[in-house]
């Protein structure tokens, strides 16, 4: 599979996107909180969108409604240009930021074939394919580990290889290393952008961390609270990135000032 660069994106962004939502807003019942207000916003195949903003902007929200785990009180969500229904299904896959998603009962190796299982592969070809996604996460050397013999970051690296099991269109990742130390938390980022290097996945991904949105993404999405809304959509330079240029530093900065205004 070729692998896309910042160019192929951006061509990609002059057509069709994948998950479009069209004047989303959300709020909860007779509480009348109004979480999320007229979101457009669009998502183009193999990027990495980042949504970064301070709790309670509707962050979680809005990828939860992607998701189709809940419902838009207003508006339209769309994949591949076809409303999406009110069941949640495999085409949008969610990684929470529990480190406790795998099933602690099987193996690492278990949980991916599950998923496989669940996927359709043929049965034949289940227990190779459950290989090679444990290699391409780094885990190859785990696959007869329970979940509770992993330390947290293992964990949520076997639950990206369970989630690829199932190749969704969409993998919806809710800040999956918001519970980690600052150092693991850095080298699962590039992990993960190892991991999207060889197999590209239209990701979106959910921080209120500025340094991993510029890390990770190839457009920020800054959304201010009270009622949630996007504030502005940046986009980033190609990468490899370094943080020391005066074009990254200079991003940070009006990052930070964007986020000061919440």
Known sequence: MDIPTSADISTQRQTAALVELRDVSKDFGTSKLLALKSINLKVYPNEILTLLGPSGCGKSTLLRI?????????????????????????????????????FPW???????????????????????????????????????????????????????????ALDPLVLLMDEPFGSLDAITRRRLGNSLLDI??????????????????????????????????IMEIVTLPPRPRDFASPQIVGLIQRLETLLEVT
């Open 196 to 229: 999207w290097s060889r197999v590209p996945k239209t990701t979106v991904f959910v921080t209120h961390s500025i340094q991993e949105a510029v890390l990770l993404g190839d457009r920020v999405v800054v959304m201010g609270s009270r009622p949630g809304s």
């Open 66 to 102: 992607i998701a189709a785990l809940e419902h838009p009180s207003s508006g339209l969500v769309l994949l591949m240009g076809k409303q999406i229904s009110g069941i949640p299904g495999p085409q949008c896959f969610v990684i929470f930021q529990d480190l406790d998603q795998l």
């Open 106 to 164: 099987r193996t690492l190796q278990g949980n991916v074939m599950y998923a496989l299982r669940r996927g359709g592969i043929a049965k034949e070809q289940i227990s190779e394919r459950a290989a090679e996604l444990l290699a391409l996460v780094g885990l190859e050397a785990f696959a007869g580990s329970y979940p509770h013999q992993l330390s947290g970051g293992m964990k949520q690296r076997g639950a990206i290889a369970r989630a690829l």
